[in-house]
Nanobody, 115 residues
């Protein structure tokens, strides 16, 4: 089992920055990939960014060049640096971790961008 807890969400003005953190506990050595997803009201959950244990990253077109995903293996944490945020970035952001036999989710953290 892997447990994930997100933090760092809140209210931010358009053009500002926010850093989300995801702390993992449990079988963290089995995690081979992490991701950040988001879900806005009335919309489906979508991938924002992902990173594998080897380092390669992937971003949604809508956040490319504005958001950066990173991980600290020593701290068992994954981060999402959000820069130049826009009102359309408003959503609940979820951390995700994948092992060979399962996928785990955090409880989510709300990000609200005011115009």
């Amino acid at each position: 089992q892997v447990q994930l807890v997100e933090s760092g969400g809140g209210l931010v003005q358009a053009g500002g920055s926010l850093r989300l953190s995801c702390a993992a506990t449990g079988r963290t050595g089995d995690i081979y990939a992490n991701g950040w997803y988001r879900q806005a009201p009335g919309k489906q959950r979508e991938l924002v960014a992902s990173i594998t244990s080897g380092g390669p990253t992937n971003y949604a077109d809508s956040v490319n060049c504005r958001f950066t995903i990173s991980r600290s293996n020593a701290k068992n944490k994954v981060y999402l640096q959000m820069n130049s945020v826009k009102p359309e970035d408003t959503a609940v952001y979820y951390c995700n971790a994948k092992t060979l036999d399962s996928t785990y989710w955090g409880q989510g953290t709300q990000v609200t961008v005011s115009s």
